[in-house]
T-cell receptor, first 112, second 113 residues
Framework: KQEVTQIPAALSVPEGENLVLNCSFTDSAIYNLQWFRQDPGKGLTSLLLIQSSQREQTSGRLNASLDKSSGRSTLYIAASQPGDSATYLCAVNSNSGYALNFGKGTSLLVTP | DARVTQTPRHKVTEMGQEVTMRCQPILGHNTVFWYRQTMMQGLELLAYFRNRAPLDDSGMPKDRFSAEMPDATLATLKIQPSEPRDSAVYFC???????????FGQGTRLTVV
């Protein structure tokens, strides 16, 4: 069964800092990996989708990388802002399961 | 603006009552998922449909939970009878196909007292 781990569980940074969120998974046979953002009491918003054949995807200040062989993905947030405060979730779509397996998330707080 | 729509957004019910949650996937999406989110367990897959056929419901307590897709525009998740341990946020998500981006609804927050 695919296991997805996110480190750190919580992170607090001052505004303007660049930061990296980490995601690791145990089974490298994946279709894709997706990063989501969740605000308190809200649903999940898709941020980036990386197919298994890709190495990275970028959207604005966000950059996600994928190293399938080592079972790792990182989400890089440049020039963080207080509005980036949320929980960030990593989810892996495995060849065997066809549904997303989620990590527990990283709770990010960006202070003014 | 295409989005996954879930109703109701909030539900408070007494133990033993039947609960029905509804989801309207994005038009044209052929995969639908039901997830449950709790503080302790995070997001857990309950059921997965492709072209309205259930492919995986191994995460669902079979004795009390049931999931169906009566048609391509409606997915339902029923709990009967409900128990306090079912209190959680239930999310529906849809995607174009198995390996495409998944889009989530706003969730149904269920409280069973």
């Amino acid at each position: 069964k695919q296991e997805v781990t996110q480190i750190p569980a919580a992170l607090s940074v001052p505004e303007g800092e660049n930061l990296v969120l980490n995601c690791s998974f145990t089974d490298s046979a994946i279709y894709n990996l997706q990063w989501f953002r969740q605000d308190p009491g809200k649903g999940l918003t898709s941020l980036l989708l990386i197919q298994s054949s890709q190495r990275e995807q970028t959207s604005g200040r966000l950059n996600a990388s994928l190293d399938k062989s080592s079972g790792r993905s990182t989400l890089y947030i440049a020039a963080s802002q207080p509005g980036d405060s949320a929980t960030y979730l990593c989810a892996v779509n495995s060849n065997s399961g066809y549904a997303l397996n989620f990590g527990k998330g990283t709770s990010l707080l960006v202070t003014p | 603006d295409a989005r996954v729509t879930q109703t109701p957004r909030h539900k408070v019910t007494e133990m033993g009552q039947e609960v029905t949650m509804r989801c309207q996937p994005i038009l044209g999406h052929n995969t639908v998922f039901w997830y449950r989110q709790t503080m302790m367990q995070g997001l857990e897959l309950l059921a997965y449909f492709r072209n309205r056929a259930p492919l995986d419901d191994s995460g669902m307590p079979k004795d009390r939970f049931s999931a169906e897709m009566p048609d391509a525009t409606l997915a339902t998740l029923k709990i009967q009878p409900s128990e306090p341990r079912d209190s959680a946020v239930y999310f529906c998500a849809s995607g174009l196909n198995t390996a495409s981006e998944a889009f989530f609804g706003q969730g149904t927050r269920l409280t069973v007292v």
